[in-house]
């Protein structure tokens, strides 16, 4: 099959590049805008490998109403995954509208031009974020209301309801998977983990918002590419599924034991004023993936952490290019104003 990856130089979909090469036959072609988050170095070595045969690199907007038919057609796509995002709540905070044009927008003109190409399989890579915050108990189901606070969670919220309503009135096949927080190698020091682990390394103050009592749950990022792989193989036209890694943790607690992996004190962590419309806690009922296509994460969190720090002490020179990018511009000011 030849499968367009939207968003694939970013993290979850630079790590489902190099996970489909290793675990199928197919075909892989690659549509990034290249933003502050994509990072083609990522896929160095797929190009060396792949570049031609298995693997094709194409530079553009998922918006872009003329560019997307084109390449379904050029490639003959089969099945699209749509991971390309505006992903980073904070900056939805300060600049909404584009989340609203990538995450919304893109996927209504992704949608579009697969129904007109007859696109066998589109799968909308969503998130846990949509159903909005939960109190202590309880989990959520795929039919839990969507209730997202933020705007990021607002547009991706907006993208499945378009997905929704791509099949119930086009019978447009379209499988929405709802995933918990990823970790794990390439992610972008935005993020709490490798921003924890960059910080630490470099013996500099850990942020953390309000008393780091915020709870999400955590999945090393090969478990959620194997769901979206099942996806392909197995889910059905219109279905939405939940992922999770079983991995409830406090943010407080997340930073904790990324620091004790690394030997550093805790003494580095430094609260600073709560982000507003600060979801309390996520968790995830994945019961229907497990019935449905045999999901189960398989990466224990403190293994998957140390997988990961590991990575990154492995990875200085990704880490230190990274560092001086734009990014950090953002999370100085961010921060500074806090
Ligand atoms: P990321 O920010 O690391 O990567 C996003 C990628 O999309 C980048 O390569 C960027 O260049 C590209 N992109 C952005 N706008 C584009 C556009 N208009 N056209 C083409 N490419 C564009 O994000 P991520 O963390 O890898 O997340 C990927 C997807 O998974 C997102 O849709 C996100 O909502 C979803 N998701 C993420 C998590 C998580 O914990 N990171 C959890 C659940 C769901």
Not at 28 to 37: C, G, M, Q, S, W
Not at 85 to 112: C, K, W
């Amino acid at each position: 099959m030849n499968i367009l990856v939207t968003g694939g130089c970013g993290f979850i979909g630079t790590n489902f590049i190099y996970f489909m090469l290793n675990e199928s036959q197919h075909t892989l072609i690659n549509l990034d805008k290249l933003t502050y988050a994509g990072n083609l170095e990522n896929l160095r070595s797929v190009e060396e490998r792949y570049a031609g045969t298995r693997y094709f690199f194409e530079h553009g907007d998922i918006c872009d109403a003329e560019l997307v038919p084109d390449l379904l057609k050029k490639y003959s796509i089969d099945v699209i995954v749509n991971f390309a995002a505006e992903s980073h709540v904070d900056r939805s905070i300060n600049e909404p509208g584009m989340f609203i044009q990538s995450n919304t927008q893109g996927t209504y003109n992704l949608l579009e031009a697969s129904r007109q190409a007859g696109i066998k399989k589109f799968i909308q890579v969503s998130t846990d974020e949509v159903y909005g915050s939960l109190g202590p108990q309880g989990s959520f189901k795929e039919d839990s209301p969507l209730a997202p606070n933020s705007p990021y969670a607002a547009s991706k919220a907006s993208a499945d309801l378009l997905c929704r309503a791509f099949f119930k009135t086009y019978h447009f096949p379209v499988t929405i998977t709802r995933c918990s927080n990823n970790y794990g190698p390439f992610q972008f020091p935005e993020k709490l983990v490798p921003l924890t682990f960059l910080r630490a390394r470099d013996n500099e103050s850990i942020p953390v918002y309000g008393q780091g009592e915020n709870i999400r749950d955590w999945i090393y990022v090969s478990d959620h590419c194997r769901g979206i792989k099942l996806c392909i193989e197995k889910a059905g036209p219109g279905s939405i599924y939940n992922f999770g890694g079983n991995a409830e943790y406090k943010n407080l607690d997340v930073i904790k034991k990324i620091l004790d992996i690394m030997g550093k004190s805790h003494k580095l962590i430094r609260f600073v004023q709560d982000r507003p419309g600060h979801d309390l806690r996520y968790a995830m009922d994945f019961t229907l993936a497990k019935k449905d296509l045999g999901f189960e994460p398989s990466v224990k969190f403190t293994e998957g952490l140390e997988l990961t720090i590991n990575w990154y002490l492995n990875n200085n020179k990704w880490v230190d290019s990274i560092k001086s990018g734009d990014y950090i511009r953002f999370m100085d000011k961010w921060y500074k104003e806090r």
